[in-house]
């Protein structure tokens, strides 16, 4: 796989769902298997998701929710996320 020999310090990732259960989800196949491959070689992963997609999941997971680093949303997400994410030391920035 071409991707193997990239060293990957930060990820920005977007999500169709995030959710503490089933993590960082989306629909395509594909874009999940790079984005799967590009969280588990990443030194930091940060997601990208408008308040729409919190609490959501779709097909497939790429990422546990736990695996991030930093999230970025519009606006506070949900008590249990930003619970979550306090727990488990992820910056949420609004």
């Keep these: 796989m071409l991707l193997e020999k990239f060293n990957i ?3 920005f ?11 960082l ?11 799967q491959y590009i969280t588990s070689k990443a030194t930091e992963t940060f997601i990208l998701a408008d308040h729409s997609k919190m609490g959501k999941f ?3 997971t790429y990422c546990d929710l736990s695996d991030i ?7 506070i997400p949900p008590k249990d996320i930003n619970d979550f994410c ?8 609004f």
């Design 9 to 11: 310090n930060k990820s």
């Design 13 to 23: 990732m977007s999500a169709t769902g995030v959710d503490i259960q089933n993590g």
């Design 25 to 35: 989800s989306n629909s395509e196949m594909e874009e999940n298997l790079i984005k």
């Design 58 to 60: 779709t097909l497939l």
């Design 69 to 75: 680093n930093k999230m970025f949303t519009d606006k």
């Design 86 to 93: 306090q727990k488990h030391n992820i910056a949420v920035y």
